[in-house]
């Protein structure tokens, strides 16, 4: 199911790459039909003249990125986003913990623009983040890589699994741009054919490298007449003005500020030229391509060969070489270039791709979470109880009967009987209701943080708004419990579409009585079915009958429907809070419970530590390959 809310985090509205890239993302995704929120620290930069009307933006009101931490998980736990993507090292490390922070299920998704490993070289603060990569990889749902360098950086300096690194590359080309090329020329020199122009555009940061461009520039000039348009904004700014000056070349140079649409300058421009250090991949190298404007870049790691096709479509030259670049600045301006030839290798950029993409991605996460981890002899799903609820009452009725079931340690001991691991392996979704059995399953890469436990499936199954229309059939263990069940309905009004059956004695034993209830079920033909006989006798029926019984979803919930009648006592939430409802049950029937919990920690203790080894020897033997 394709993500229908999804919000952007960002710092703020600075004029860069990044934050220009995200807002077009964000233009083609609402086209798809995408409900989409903005989210910013502080709704604050020159791009915030950019940001559509009728876009929810929602302002956390921090000027620091660790200071979003708290505000950004408040806004998941409160707006619940199907999807979380952020962009750039910090910005995606404080997505990830106010993820976890929020716990409210939303999938994360960051995206990394430039390569790591040139970025740490920028101090403390950029040296850590390839450690809390590797150390919080877990919760993000979804990784993203602009180009495939980047990738490959990701997986060399972070140690992120190459599998779990997508290339998406930016959304360049948009569903206006060859409207906004269409402007005429924005400064005189443009407007002029008796000299050629060059235009820089990008931060005018150390990682851009201008001064190298200047340099170089020097060197054009004195053999032939051109001149340099530079647009953007930076720390280097009154720096550069200087250089020009000693470099004699201040009037062949413009220093023309931030401009939010760039396409016309590159459109009358001689050529592009890109002298940056790093990139992650070069919006300004794709723009100038499908504006039919020759490019000249910095062979740099690790966006413009990328793009550039290892220079057979723009021309290549060595990081930090003024005199090189000048060079092929000066050949470039006797060289004749094919637009068509351009503006084709810029098709590979557009918006529309992108944003396809990301909801490929979305679809791909989605159904890993239905897959989930493994762990325990289990498929353990992602979701949390909302998501369970929703898939559950959303869309058409399934296929094929699904089962849902929610394992605690009690069950991981069952598992050795055939009849009940074939069932957990023909269940759509394992859900985690022991808390041993949750804390496993993070510890194998589970990023759902919390238990979905029968009776919140449940409790929020009954109070959903839908249920009449699904209908509902309740397996019950005694006729008590069916007349409190039928009593219930009818104060909800929905008497009609609650049916409800007593298992009757001996029911495990008895192949004659399962047929006769498995027939009954069939013919009321509820969307919903609730077992509520214990374990194994529920899983094992519905597995066995599945040919049998109706096309719905069918869940195995033990005492939920009683807790939810009044009949049975819960724990409170502070013990529910702290992992221990199990104890309270112990203290309410302690000899019913103490022996089976006993007998099932025991067991679970053992499949846990068979697992570690088996995971250990694994990884021992990928080491001795490498």
């Not at 798809?32 to 930069?45: D, I, S």
């Not at 000066?330 to 396809?356: E, I, M, N, W, Y």
């Not at 004659?512 to 498995?518: D, K, R, S, V």
């Not at 920690?601 to 490498?626: H, I, N, P, Q, Y």
Request: proline fraction near 6%; charge should be positive; charged fraction near 20%.
């Amino acid at each position: 199911m394709t993500a229908r809310h999804v919000a952007f985090y960002m710092h703020d509205l600075s004029g860069g790459g990044v934050e220009r890239m995200r807002l077009a993302l964000i233009a083609a995704l609402r086209v798809r039909g995408v409900q989409a929120t903005l989210v910013v620290g502080a709704k604050a930069g020159s791009l915030v003249s950019l940001v559509p009307k009728d876009l929810t933006v929602v302002e956390l009101g921090c000027h620091s990125t660790l200071a979003s931490i708290r505000p950004l998980a408040h806004f998941l736990s409160s707006a619940r986003p199907d999807v979380l993507v952020s962009s750039l090292d910090h910005n995606n490390i404080t997505a990830i913990l106010a993820g976890r922070l929020a716990a409210s299920g939303v999938r994360v998704v960051i995206c990394q623009h430039n390569a790591l490993s040139a970025e740490m070289s920028h101090g403390w603060r950029y040296r850590v983040v390839p450690f809390l990569y590797r150390l919080l990889q877990r919760g993000a749902h979804g990784i993203v890589a602009v180009s495939h360098g980047v990738a490959a950086d990701m997986v060399r300096t972070a140690r992120i699994p190459a599998d779990r690194i997508t290339v998406i590359h930016n959304p360049v080309v948009t569903a206006d741009f060859a409207a906004r090329m269409e402007a005429p020329p924005p400064h005189p020199w443009l407007a002029e054919s008796f000299c050629p122009v060059f235009v820089f555009a990008g931060r005018l940061t150390p990682q851009k490298d201008p001064e190298t461009l200047l340099r170089a520039m020097a060197r054009v000039v004195a053999h032939t007449p051109a001149r340099l348009l530079v647009l953007g904004e930076g720390e280097l700014r009154d720096a550069l003005a200087l250089l020009a000056c000693r470099l004699g070349i201040s009037d062949d140079v413009a220093f023309c500020g931030f401009q939010a649409n760039p396409l016309p300058w590159l459109r009358y421009a001689t050529a592009c030229v890109v002298s940056s250090r790093y990139e992650g991949l070069g919006n300004v190298i794709i723009e100038a391509l499908a504006c039919g404007t020759p490019v000249i870049a910095s062979d740099c790691p690790y966006g413009p060969s990328e793009i550039l096709l290892g220079g057979t479509i723009g021309r290549l030259v060595p990081v930090g070489d003024p005199e090189a670049l000048a060079e092929a600045m000066v050949v470039q301006l006797r060289a004749q270039s094919d637009p068509a030839k351009l503006r084709a290798r810029a098709a590979g950029f557009t918006a529309a791709a992108c944003a396809q993409a990301h909801l490929n991605l979305f679809e791909a996460i989605d159904a890993m979470a239905e897959t989930g981890v493994r762990a325990l002899g289990m498929r353990i799903s992602q979701l949390g109880v909302d998501q369970v609820v929703a898939r559950i009452m959303s869309g058409p009725r399934p296929d094929r009967l699904r089962l849902v079931v929610t394992p605690n340690i009690e069950h991981v001991r069952l598992l050795r009987r055939a009849d009940f691991a074939a069932a957990y392996a023909a269940a759509s979704l394992v859900c985690p209701d022991g808390f041993p059995v949750l804390l496993f399953a993070m510890w194998r890469g589970l990023a759902q943080r919390r238990r979905v436990t029968g009776c919140d499936l449940f409790h929020h199954l009954a109070r959903h708004p839908a249920l009449a229309d699904r209908g509902l059939f309740l397996v019950l263990e005694s006729q008590g419990t069916a007349d409190a069940a039928l009593a219930w309905a009818a104060r909800l009004g929905i008497g009609g579409r609650v049916h409800v059956a007593v298992a009757p004695p001996g029911l495990a034993e008895d192949p004659a009585a399962q047929q006769t209830l498995a027939a009954t079920i069939q013919a009321a033909s509820a969307g919903i079915l609730v077992m509520t006989l214990g374990a194994p006798l529920s899983e094992v029926f519905v597995h066995a009958h599945r040919d049998a019984l109706p096309r719905c979803w069918a869940l195995c919930l033990g005492q939920a429907v009683r807790v939810e009648l009044g009949l049975a006592r819960r724990a409170p939430r502070a013990w529910r809070g702290l992992g221990l409802e199990w104890l309270w049950r112990l203290w309410l029937e302690p000899r019913r419970l103490a022996g089976r919990y006993a007998l099932g920690l025991g067991w679970f203790l053992v499949a846990a530590a068979r697992e570690v080894a088996t995971s250990d020897e694994k990884r021992r033997k990928e080491a001795m390959l490498f």
